[in-house]
């Protein structure tokens, strides 16, 4: 029953890849809010820090729940936000 000290359990490494993950996804949820306050100062709105937050933490939570896939989830999050930029015209 001796269990290798070198070796972490699955909530050990799942917590590792949430912390990894949050390096990609503070920038991607700040893109994305910025991006979208940026549009709603055109037509005179704003979204509060709030919004950010949330978004940060569905990211987190994805990524905890989903350690596999979300780079997959990310990578399409990225792609759509060059998309918008495009179509946008930024």
Do not use: D, H
Request: charged fraction near 10%.
């Amino acid at each position: 029953m001796a269990r290798n000290s070198g070796q972490g359990g699955p909530i050990e490494s799942r917590l590792i890849s949430l912390f990894a993950s949050l390096f990609f996804s503070v920038p991607t949820a700040a893109f994305i809010w910025l991006g979208v306050n940026k549009e709603l100062a055109f037509w005179g709105g704003f979204l509060s820090s709030t919004y950010l937050i949330a978004c940060i933490i569905v990211f987190a939570v994805l990524a905890l729940l989903l350690p596999q896939l979300f780079p997959s989830i990310l990578g399409g999050v990225w792609r759509g936000i060059v998309r918008v930029e495009r179509w946008w015209g930024w």
